[in-house]
């Protein structure tokens, strides 16, 4: 069945820089499109970027230029690197696939603080 588990958030300042992982399992990753997206509290959740099988990207526009996407289709592996990070980016960050179904990882926190 398909499988995503996000790592790599935490506690980090304005400025500063992470990079999250989603590692996949259970269909064909290296010909699938996937997204990150994220959700603040209280807010609902929010598209921020899509890669395709291609390899090809689209992110929104509050992150365009401070995020990149990027996959490793050797170790089935999604990746978001965030730099330049702010405040606002301040959100539980998921990784996501879907065709007729939908599949989600359990998501990992990103807190920007000073």
């Known amino acids: 069945q398909v499988q995503l588990v996000e790592s790599g958030g935490g506690l980090v300042q304005p400025g500063g820089s992470l990079r999250l992982s989603c590692a996949a399992s259970?269909?064909?990753?290296?010909?699938?499109?996937m997204d990150w997206w994220r959700q603040a509290p209280g807010k609902a959740r929010e598209w921020v970027g899509t890669?395709?099988?291609?390899?090809?990207?689209n992110y929104a526009d509050s992150v365009k230029g401070r995020f990149t996407i990027s996959k490793n289709n050797a170790n089935n592996t999604l990746y978001l690197q965030m730099n330049s990070l702010k405040p606002e980016d301040t959100a539980v960050y998921y990784c996501?696939?879907?065709?007729?179904?939908?599949?989600w990882g359990q998501g990992t926190q990103v807190t920007v603080s000073s």
């Open positions: 996501h696939v879907g065709w007729s179904q939908h599949y």
């Open positions: 259970g269909f064909f990753f290296s010909r699938s499109g």
């Open positions: 890669i395709t099988g291609g390899g090809s990207t």
